[in-house]
């Protein structure tokens, strides 16, 4: 069976523009969560997804969003963006039973 | 304020001996932990979990340890070989359906051969 798959791999944008990333779960699971992983603040939870409804959200600005496709394929976004934003975005996907994530490789984010 | 603690960064064990990680954490709702592996430039990749109801879970070379009125978990690696040479991520979760994770910073093992 596939794993999560993430793209792109690597990302470079300058501050102010917007980014979209994109999360593909492993076949059959319905629930997507993303996180952010900086060097200071480890990996935080940004917000999960079920059904295309968000289900929970972290402690991040409205800056940061995203949604669920019918697929369970997932999109984040992040508007207007700060030197502060430059992270490793990690997506994991799990069965909406079981409480195990299974992480894809992960979006490296560059701002400038 | 930090909910779940790895308090030792790294970690050096020779191969063949006994690694164990450790994990604190303070929020009594958290229910369910899991522990992760993560190489660099790679998502974090899933070890072994323990329910709260549990106080030990085994899995091949993986022990997880729990004792909830300490409030601390710990993952026991035996033997202890060089490709376990990674960062190891204590994670918690609570409530039924809660699909949100909270790490502790990790601990970077290294396994000298």
């Known amino acids: 069976k596939a794993g999560v798959t993430q793209t792109p791999r690597y990302l470079i944008k300058t501050r102010g523009q917007q980014v979209t990333l994109s999360c593909s779960p492993i076949?059959?699971?319905?629930?997507v969560s993303w996180y952010q992983q900086t060097p200071g603040q480890g990996l935080q939870f940004l917000f999960e997804y079920f059904s295309e409804t968000q289900r929970n959200k972290g402690n991040f600005p409205g800056r940061f969003s995203g949604r669920q496709f019918s697929n369970s394929r997932s999109e984040m976004n992040v508007s207007t963006l700060e030197l502060g934003d430059s992270a490793l975005y990690l997506c994991?996907?799990?069965?909406?039973?079981?409480?195990?994530?299974?992480f894809g490789p992960g979006t490296r984010l560059l701002v400038l | 304020d930090q909910q779940v603690k790895q308090n030792s960064p790294s970690l050096s064990v020779q191969e063949g001996r006994i690694s164990i990680l450790n994990c604190d954490y303070t929020n009594s709702m958290f229910d369910y932990f899991l522990w992760y592996k993560k190489y660099p430039a790679e998502g974090p990749t899933f070890l072994i979990s323990?329910?709260?109801?549990?106080d030990k879970n085994e899995d091949g070379r993986f022990t997880v340890f729990l004792n909830k009125s300490a409030k601390h978990l710990s993952l026991h690696i035996v033997p202890s070989q060089p490709g376990d040479s990674a960062v190891y991520f204590c994670a918690a979760s609570y409530g039924a359906g809660s699909y949100q994770l909270t790490f502790g910073k990790g601990t970077k093992l290294s396994v000298i051969p």
């Open positions: 323990i329910s709260s109801i549990k």
């Open positions: 076949s059959g699971h319905r629930s």
């Open positions: 994991a996907s799990s069965l909406d039973s079981q409480e195990t994530q299974y």
